[in-house]
């Protein structure tokens, strides 16, 4: 049996977590608790910064020396206090992201004292909504008024590689192209697990390479 802690970014990518992932790796007896990184005393989620990253993952890997713990951040989400992250702009987003990821993780080793395995970061490009994007029906078919929009968001994945490749710009990261077109009934936090539950996993690793990667390493864990 592995025991995992997944720390996510906020109630989007611990609902995920919760509901899509972890079904899918207790079935491989990988055993998955989420939780949202602290902001406060009693606040969770909003803006990362690594001080407060750092904290929260040197609170969890020192709980118990025999859980894995890994993130669930979005890149577009992270600022210039994470190393690299100014940086490797130029770079495709999955080279970005794992090059983000190798810092954190030398970081997070440093300050912890834990056991290099244990800790295992992850990334997403640019955000959780990409992930929604690998099968833009699911999303349309999500509410009877957003079935007029399959086509729009159609001509938006077919821009791009993968949806790992959809922007990062304020006005069309995936998010913010879901919020605009869906507007008013699109919630993040409603609808984000809704619609990656009805996509499904195998779906999203096919469509998100990077992400499908980090899926890989987590069901190849062994326990400690």
């Known amino acids: 049996m592995v025991n995992l802690v997944i720390l996510g970014e906020g109630q989007t990518e611990e609902v995920f977590v919760r509901e899509v ?3 899918e790796l207790a079935a491989r007896s990988i055993f998955v608790h989420a939780q949202t990184v602290k902001s406060s005393r009693t606040g969770r ?9 750092r904290k929260n993952l040197r609170d969890i890997l020192g709980q118990r020396s025999d859980t894995y713990v890994s993130t669930l951040f979005d890149l577009y989400g992270l600022g210039p206090s994470f190393a ?6 130029q770079h495709p987003p999955a080279s970005r992201a794992r090059r983000i990821e190798h810092h954190l993780h030398e970081d997070i080793v440093a300050h912890s004292g834990c056991r ?20 833009v029906r699911q999303i349309s078919a ?3 008024e957003w079935a007029q929009y399959c086509s729009d968001l159609k001509r938006v994945r077919e821009e791009y590689e993968n949806p790992e490749h959809i922007n990062d710009s304020p006005t069309t990261a995936p998010s913010k192209r879901l919020m605009n077109l869906l507007k008013p009934s699109y919630k993040k936090t409603t609808h984000g697990p809704v619609i990656a539950k009805r996509i499904g996993l195998a ?11 980090w899926f890989d390493k987590l069901t190849a864990l062994q326990p400690l």
Request: charged content about 25%.
């Open 21 to 23: 992932l972890a079904p």
């Open 142 to 144: 999500t509410r009877p």
């Open 116 to 135: 290099r395995e244990r800790f295992i970061p992850h990334v997403q490009p640019h955000e959780f909504e990409t992930l929604l994007f690998s099968d």
């Open 84 to 89: 690299d992250f100014a940086q490797s702009r």
């Open 45 to 53: 989620g909003g803006a990362l910064n690594l001080d407060r990253v």
């Open 203 to 213: 779906t999203i690793r096919a469509a998100c390479p990077h992400f499908g990667q």
